[in-house]
């Protein structure tokens, strides 16, 4: 990651609220590294820190200690430049005003950040329209839906068109249809907008599926740090999946005991638990005597709800995290 370039660079990031022995560490010397036009999960339990950080990043909670850099600019002294490059939606918060339609909080927040009449309209149809709610676009945000505001919460975050999106829990409570239109659009922005986006979710399907790097907190301090690939291959049991052609009836070949079958439509799927090489290739060699097609073999990944599960409940997280020169 050292060879990409950074949208977002956090160094020994401190948050510390009260002071004495009252005082409570909610995030502590975080480091990260968010590259550009990427899509960066950042996962932990309720409480570990991920909304502070978000916050610090915006430009709407100071630090302790520690720096924060947006697109090169220092968000302690360059603070005005840095969330200009910014785009927000944040869990919990009432990100637009719901007395006015779609439309109004699109010019108002358009006009707010600086932006002409002229130049919101386009982009605000363009993005009303894609997100469905071009037809309602002069009702009020209250009459709508969760789902419906949270698209408009979203099109007023864009409509700047930031290079950098912070979305804290962008899902919460929208129905599937809602959700999967909010994913969809997330997966264009990155894709073919180039955009960098920092997601916070407790939906590890969502994550899993957009992220191109992941990091996990937990009571404040960074427990994992990699890409998503390595994160889950680092992770991955002895565990094998084959698969063939055809269906493997009763005469097909003698299995270990503890192998599962499932078919897969034209397909069969052969999981093999707790198998070292060997013994795959032995299972190989029966499957083919027995004239099943080999499809592929790959060893089993386990989900990111899983690893998560994991991090978060194992004192030996610490070999997920980076070296000082993946960071650096």
Known sequence: MENQPAAIEIESLTKTYGSGLTSVRAVDEVTLRVPVGKVFGLLGPNGAGKTTIIKMVGGLITPTMGSIRVGGYDVARQ???????IGAVLEGSRNVYWPLSAWENLMYFGQLKGLRASGIKPRAQRLLTELGLWERRHETVGSFSRGMQQKVAVSAALITN??????DEPTLGLDVDAARTIKDWLAHLARDEGKTIVLTTHQLELVQELSHRIAVIKEGKIIADLPSAELLDRHAENRFEIRVTGSLDDSGPTLPADARVVRDGERTMVLLPGTDERALFDVLARLGAAGAGLVSVQRARPSLEEVFLRLIHSD????????KEAVA
């Open 316 to 323: 030996e997280a610490g070999d997920a995290r980076p070296t």
């Open 79 to 85: 603070r005005a430049r840095a969330v200009r490059l």
């Open 162 to 167: 930031p290079p950098i999106i912070l979305l």
